[in-house]
Every structure is written in structure tokens, then in C-alpha cells.
């Protein structure tokens, strides 16, 4: 299976930071018809957990729901996030793949 | 040099060898149960809530995710999204929590098959969360800021164009 891209972009504005996630993901939400196949619907194909850890430590975690749009971008904010802090970010879809991220603030 | 040419040899070999086929199933074992192996942890922190996802009704979903707990409408509670949507696929929505203590945040969209688009928790992040959503028709948006043990909300009216035309 092809590989799922998972970016993350931060910026950092006094004090607090911006945590953007970026993850290549089909979102299906699994009540749309195959185009092959009318009578069929594609099946649902979502994340459901994606989780912001920093330097190791969780700080946040979210469940993401089939109506987030297909690569979905989510953003938290972190206050007093230091130069250099590692920020993972790691997911899970409702058909067992998953995947992770890094980056370090800037 | 004695060691290396002991007759002992092709006797150490096959241990050797035998402990790394063990390993190496070990290893795939693990690559491959991962996941599962993961489940329970996550579990125990957390894990998704499929009831509240599944629920097909606002008040219910809320139910489901928060319990009964009543609901305050908040002006600390800033929902950030457009009044009209040119591409129901891909509305962004913005929540800030201006109050101490956030515990989660969740997204509704009132008319959507399924309300509940998001939940995030926080246990360090501030109380913000963002997302782009898919809206099935014009609607209300909730959100709904859990912040020492209350509920606090603010909902928004979106407009959903089709082809892009407001009106």
C-alpha cells in the first residue's frame, strides 16, 4: 500500500505555536456510491485517532470522524513550545494502518 | 585461535543460528502485531468513541461523547467559520477556548448524517483546535468546549452553496 504522507508545519508567534498537520489521507466516508459499481458504496476509510505528542509527552489527542475532509489538515496551538522541542504526530484509520510524523519547532 | 577451531564449532553454529531465527520471528511478530499489540494501551488513554461517532442526532452525539451534562452557551468559546461555503468538502473551522482548564473540544455539524465531525483532547496544547470539514447540507456548526467539568458552547449557521454561486 502506497505510503501516507503525514507533514507537519509550525510556527511559532509570540509565545504560542502552531502545530499544522498534514496527512494524505482518502477520508472516505464510506456513504459514496462506487463510480464502477452503482448498487456499491466505497467503503469507509478514515482516521480516527491522530495524536500530538511533544518531546515525548502527549498533549493532545483527537478522534476524528469520516466527515473531516479527505487530507485532512488539523491544528492545535502550544504555549511556551521551545526552539528545538520535537513534535510527533501519530495516527490510526478504522482499517489498521497508520502512521507518524515529525518536526521540530523552529 | 584455539577457540575458533575447537570441534565445539558447528555445535555453537546451530544455537547461534536457532537464536537468530527466534529473534527474527520475534521481530516480525512484533512488526506485525503491533498495532494490535498497541490497542490496549490506547485503550486504557483513550479510545474512539464509535456511540458518539455513530449517533445521528446533535443532542444525542453530545449525550454519547459528554454524558448528560448541560449546556452553556459561551461567548469564550470562538467558532471561526465561514457564513457561506463555496466547497462543502473542505469548510475550515476554527475553535479557541478563552477559558481555563479546557479539557476537550468537539465539533458538531447539526444536519450532517453523522454530527460529530472531531473531538480533540487536550493534556498540555491550549484549547484550539482546527480542521477542514465536509458539510452535507446548510447547517448549524456546535462546538462544544468541555472546561473544568462543564460544557460550554457557541454554534454558527453555514451556508452550503451548490456550484459555488452564493445566493
Given amino acids: 500500500m502506497a505510503d501516507i504522507e503525514t507533514k507537519i508545519r ?35 476509510h478514515h482516521i480516527q485517532k491522530l495524536n500530538f505528542s511533544v518531546n515525548g509527552k ?22 511556551g513550545a521551545k526552539s528545538g522541542d520535537k513534535i510527533k504526530v501519530t495516527w490510526s484509520d478504522n482499517l489498521g494502518q497508520s502512521g507518524s510524523g515529525e518536526a521540530t519547532v523552529g | ?40 494501551g490506547w485503550a486504557l488513554a483513550a479510545e474512539w468513541p464509535k456511540a458518539a461517532f455513530e449517533a445521528t442526532k446533535l443532542d444525542e452525539a453530545i449525550a454519547a461523547l459528554f454524558g448528560k451534562v448541560p449546556l452553556a452557551s459561551s461567548t469564550a468559546v470562538k467558532l471561526k467559520a465561514p457564513t457561506q461555503a463555496e466547497n462543502s468538502a473542505q469548510v475550515q473551522i476554527q475553535v479557541q477556548a478563552d477559558l481555563p482548564n479546557v479539557e476537550a473540544i468537539a465539533v458538531f455539524i447539526e ?57
Fill in chain 1, 58 to 79: 502527549e498533549v493532545a489527542s483527537t478522534d476524528l470522524g469520516a466527515a473531516v475532509s479527505k487530507d485532512p489538515l488539523v491544528g492545535i496551538k502550544l504555549k
Fill in chain 1, 10 to 44: 509550525t510556527k511559532t508567534q509570540g509565545g504560542v505555536t502552531d502545530v499544522m498537520v498534514l496527512v494524505s489521507h482518502p477520508m472516505e466516508t464510506g456513504q459514496r456510491p462506487d463510480p464502477k459499481d452503482k448498487t456499491k458504496k466505497i467503503p469507509a
Fill in chain 2, 1 to 40: 585461535m584455539k577457540t575458533f577451531n575447537t570441534p565445539e564449532d558447528p555445535v555453537t553454529h546451530l544455537p547461534r543460528r536457532l537464536f537468530l531465527k527466534q529473534t527474527l520471528a520475534t521481530a516480525v511478530l512484533v512488526g506485525a502485531g503491533g498495532t494490535t499489540l498497541f490497542r490496549p
Fill in chain 2, 111 to 167: 444536519k450532517n448524517p453523522r454530527p460529530l465531525v472531531a473531538h480533540a483532547s487536550f493534556t498540555g496544547a491550549e484549547g484550539y483546535f482546527s480542521a477542514r470539514m465536509k458539510m452535507a447540507q446548510t447547517s448549524d456548526v456546535h462546538a462544544v468546549v468541555k472546561a473544568g467539568g462543564k460544557l460550554y458552547t457557541a454554534k454558527q449557521n453555514v451556508k452550503v452553496t451548490v456550484g459555488g454561486c452564493g445566493g
